[in-house]
């Protein structure tokens, strides 16, 4: 089974501090997106990747950036973090042209901005 | 740009009952593809349905659903809801030219005894 690791799991984060939400998946796919699911909005996507050293703007990109530095991983950097950011952030991986296309989630990271 | 539309934010039904999710979208794009994601409590969101061919009725765990263009729909149903299909649904559609993926706001499902 696809495997998609978050870390941390929990981070409180001060306002106007850095924050960086990592993520690795071990499943060689070469494309990876990031979420942030609020209740009464569903998951919007916030930066996706297409591969190592691609990133794209999703449908809600300010005030975050992505990396993606290898295959594996995928960051998601919040440069001055803001309490609108408090929010749970799910990366999500998928093998773009498979004939069984479909998202494989990690377990979310739950981040609170005070 | 692409939406999907999910009108029910909570939807409440007796166990052993129909269930029926609604979803519609709006996309520019011809080739797409249609999921139901299901996220139990303090689980990761998890591919319930896949479907891409219109009018053709597409089944996982019980659950049903039918890919119709001519009306922009993808409606979840499932004859007989279980308790254990308390959980929160998403509608999404997949847009294969940018690979692009776009949830709906989630409907909430409660079975209740």
């Known amino acids: 089974e696809a495997a998609v690791t978050q870390s941390p799991r929990n981070k409180v984060a001060v306002t106007g501090g850095k924050v960086t939400l990592s993520c690795n998946q071990t499943?060689?796919?070469?494309?990876m997106y990031w979420y942030r699911q609020d209740t009464g909005h569903g998951l919007r996507l916030i930066h996706y990747s297409y591969g190592a050293g691609s990133t794209e703007k999703g449908d809600i990109p300010d005030g975050y950036k992505a990396s993606r530095p290898s295959q594996e991983n995928f960051s998601l950097i919040l440069e001055l973090a803001t309490p609108s950011q408090t929010s749970v952030y799910f990366c999500?991986?998928?093998?773009?042209?498979?004939?069984?296309?479909?998202?494989?989630f990690g377990h979310g990271t739950k981040l609170s901005v005070l | 740009g692409d939406s999907v539309t999910q009108t029910e934010g909570l939807v409440t039904v007796t166990e052993g009952l129909p269930v029926k999710l609604n979803c519609t979208y709006q996309t520019t794009y011809l080739t797409i593809a249609f999921f139901w994601y299901v996220q139990y409590l303090n689980e990761a969101p998890q591919v319930l349905l896949k479907?891409?061919?219109?009018?053709k009725r597409t089944e996982h765990q019980g659950f049903h659903a039918t890919l119709h263009k001519s009306s922009s729909s993808f409606h979840l149903q499932k004859s007989s809801a279980q308790l254990s299909d308390s959980a929160l649904y998403y509608c999404a559609l997949l847009n294969t030219g940018n690979y692009k993926y776009v949830f709906g706001a989630g409907t909430r499902l409660k079975v209740i005894a």
């Open positions: 999500a991986s998928g093998d773009a042209g498979a004939a069984n296309e479909r998202l494989f």
């Open positions: 479907s891409s061919t219109d009018n």
């Open positions: 499943n060689n796919h070469n494309n």
